[in-house]
C-alpha cells in the first residue's frame, strides 16, 4: 500500500505562482511513477504532469513551459511548481501514484487551487 498526501494549494491572482507538495509514504518501493491531476467544476479529471522513477516527465500540452514537475527521492515528495497561472487552472489537484505493473493507482484528497482577482 502507497498513501500520498498533497499540501500546498490556495488562492492566487492570475499570473502568480504556488507550488503543490506531494508526499508518499508505505511501499514507496513499489512507486514507477508519480503524477499530478486536476478535475475543474464540472469537467473530467485529467492529468496535468507525470515523472517516472527515472525521471522523465509528461505534460498536458496546456502546462508546457509554466508548469513544472519534479521530485526529491529522499524526501519521498514530488512537487509541481506552478507559474504564470491562469483562472483556468483553477481545479482540485490530486497526487497520483503509479506501481510498476500499471494496474495499481493510489490518489490523495486533493488540493483545491484557485486563480482568481
Known amino acids: 500500500q502507497v498513501q500520498v498526501v498533497e499540501s500546498g494549494g490556495g488562492l492566487v491572482q492570475p499570473g502568480g505562482s504556488l507550488r503543490l507538495s506531494c508526499a508518499a509514504s508505505?511501499?514507496?518501493?513499489?512507486?514507477?511513477?508519480m503524477g499530478w491531476y486536476r478535475q475543474a467544476p464540472g469537467k473530467q479529471r485529467e492529468l496535468v504532469a507525470t515523472i517516472t522513477s527515472g525521471g522523465s516527465t509528461n505534460y498536458q500540452d496546456s502546462v508546457k513551459g509554466r508548469f513544472t514537475i519534479s521530485r526529491d527521492n529522499a524526501k519521498n515528495t514530488v512537487y509541481l511548481q506552478m507559474n504564470s497561472l491562469k483562472p483556468e487552472d483553477t481545479a482540485v489537484y490530486y497526487c497520483n501514484a503509479e506501481d510498476y505493473s500499471g494496474t495499481l493507482h493510489y490518489w490523495g484528497k486533493g488540493t483545491l487551487v484557485t486563480v482568481s482577482s
Open positions: 508505505g511501499s514507496i518501493f513499489s512507486i514507477y511513477a
